[in-house]
């Protein structure tokens, strides 16, 4: 392979200490296999092991050969408050192969005025997996004065998910069922939270517990997802589904448009005092609980008469009603079509004819107006203006419907080796709100309990963050931000940090497998700037 050297690097400025190879230090590793081609490189981010010829790139597609040089083929992005311009712009750096880089000759000019407006992220950084070397950068910086310190990596995440919440009360599928992509099984369905369903998506035992095929399946979505790209799954048993994060989900085609306002009990509670003096009854049908204003508190609190009417499906208080119907696409996440299918009947001498009901859904979607008939039977009827109102009110009320994608990733492993030599103490720092945890600059939810196991949404994550290593697993951007004095205190690797101008201009410390440009994107005005910021800790 040819062998290349080190930059001068600019004027004034202080090159970072490069371990030599061997005796501990963290060079390049001699080939596995001695019969390797001198034309190839061997790429050691991953375990894999990936024997590249030149001009080619791995398995993975994140690391090429360059002439005989391994390189990080995406550019490290650079966050700053604010840019010139809102097209990303790349910028080679000063290292040798650089130049081959689209984009120009480097051109950064030593031009900081603004160094602590600049962070840099773990996208595009490089890593290598298990850790077994210093971070790629771990960047000196001053932030209100204090010297800081940022320790940037791409993290390989063997144990990791995404939770997704799809805001919708159509049945997606049952509690525990499968959801595949492309087949196969790559997470469940969980427990529902308010107005949405949850799903459980990835994780270690679909990666790597299963077949080789299972594993790449699971890869290949949780990249797509977390790269905010859309993708079908089906659930077993119930629906197929596109979800994308920040779009509306699409459930068996059709584009989810309203997020409920509440159960059926809440939304009965929340327009019961609209609904009053229009109304002689009001049924708001919904899968988890139907809601019936008279006999409801809150008709109660008004003083509506009785209406007579008899619910099917097991009371559960007065005037909420579970399972009414099985869950489905219909009125209120029900399977119903017809809605005066929920209704057994009604009670003689309390109903009355004339009475008038409105029966509606929980996002105002489906409302029906009805007019009980000599024989007590409900005769739909035009909704009076008034009523109407009050039914688009609801769906006024109701939020766009969203699919979220949150990536949870356990941090606390081989990872930390690249930030200090005794990890036990990044964990106790953290826990202590001494780092800051972030993933593509975006802010980090630390769990409590052992390990570091952080969650970000990915929508606050720079575009195309995430990636796959065959093995198989996932590739997320993690930084770790904290005061220089707290850095050498939790042992870290006080050798290879080098000022934030360097890692503008040259880039990662080592020779093998760095990032040949860096790519500017302004900073989410959603996330707090990382730096002289806490955790987020559960
Ligand atoms: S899969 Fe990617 S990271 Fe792993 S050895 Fe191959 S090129 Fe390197």
């Known amino acids: 392979m ?30 596995r296999n001695e019969k390797m081609s001198t034309a190839k490189v061997e790429c050691n981010a991953c375990p894999v092991l990936c024997q590249i010829s030149d001009g080619r790139t791995g398995a993975c597609d994140r690391y090429a050969n360059r002439e005989g040089v391994l390189v990080r083929v995406d550019p490290v992005v650079l966050l700053r408050r604010e840019i010139a311009s809102e097209a990303p712009t790349l910028v080679p750096f000063d290292r040798p192969a650089a130049d081959k ?41 001053k932030a209100q004065g204090v010297d800081m310190v940022t320790v940037v990596t791409e993290g390989i995440f063997s144990y990791c998910s995404f939770k997704v919440k799809i805001d919708t009360d159509r049945f997606l599928g049952s509690e525990q069922a499968n959801v595949r992509y492309r ?14 369903q949850m799903l459980s998506l990835g994780g270690v035992h679909h990666l790597t517990g299963g077949s080789k095929k299972e594993g790449r399946m699971t890869a290949e979505l949780m990249q797509l997802l977390g790269n905010k790209k859309a993708v079908e799954c089906t659930i077993d048993g119930g629906s197929t589904l596109v979800i994308q994060a920040g779009r509306a989900p699409i459930v068996n085609g059709v584009e989810e448009q309203r997020m409920r306002v509440g159960c059926g009990s809440a939304a009965v509670g929340i327009f019961a005092r609209q609904f009053a003096g229009v109304a002689d009854e009001v049924v708001v049908v919904d899968d988890h609980i139907t809601g019936v204003l008279t006999e409801h508190q809150a008709g109660r609190c008004l003083d509506m008469a009785p209406s007579g009417i008899q619910m099917l499906g097991r009371k559960s208080t007065p005037g909420r009603y579970f399972q009414v119907a099985n869950p489905g696409n219909g009125w209120g996440g029900t399977d119903i079509a017809d809605p005066l299918s929920i209704i057994e009947g009604w009670e003689e001498g309390v109903a009355r004819p004339g009475l008038r009901l409105l029966m509606t859904s929980t996002t105002g979607e489906h409302a029906q107006w009805y007019v009980l008939d ?87 994550m720079p575009d195309n963050s995430f990636g796959t290593v065959p093995t198989p697993a996932i590739v997320a951007p993690i930084e770790f931000s904290m005061r220089q004095a707290d850095y050498e205190a939790l042992g870290g690797h006080m050798e290879h940090i080098f000022p934030l101008e360097q890692a503008l201009a040259r880039g990662a410390w080592q020779e093998d497998g760095a990032p040949l440009a860096r790519q500017w994107l302004v900073m989410d005005d959603a996330n707090p700037w990382p730096l002289g910021h806490t955790p987020m800790l559960g």
């Open 2 to 31: 040819t062998e290349h050297t080190k930059t001068d690097g600019l004027p004034g400025m202080d090159m970072p200490v490069v371990a030599e190879a061997g005796a501990g230090g963290f060079g390049k590793a001699p080939p």
């Open 101 to 141: 880089v689209e984009g120009g000759a480097p051109d950064w000019n030593g031009d900081l005025l603004h160094a602590d407006e600049v962070f840099v992220t773990g996208v595009g950084s490089s890593t290598t997996y298990p850790d077994y070397k210093p971070a790629p950068f771990i960047v000196a910086s």
């Open 374 to 460: 000599e024989a007590l039977k409900p005769v739909e009827q035009p909704m009076p203006p008034e009523v109407r109102r009050i039914v688009e009110r609801i769906g006024e009320n109701c939020e766009p419907s969203l699919c979220t994608v949150l990536f949870l990733g356990g941090a606390g492993g081989s990872l930390r080796a690249g930030v200090t030599e005794n990890p036990v103490l990044l964990t106790r720092a953290i826990k202590r709100a001494l780092v800051n945890v972030t993933c593509g600059g975006a802010p980090a939810y630390v769990w409590p309990g052992g390990g570091i196991t952080v969650m970000a949404d990915v929508m606050r």
């Open 183 to 196: 087949g196969e099984v790559v997470g469940h369905v969980t427990t529902a939270e308010y107005g949405s």
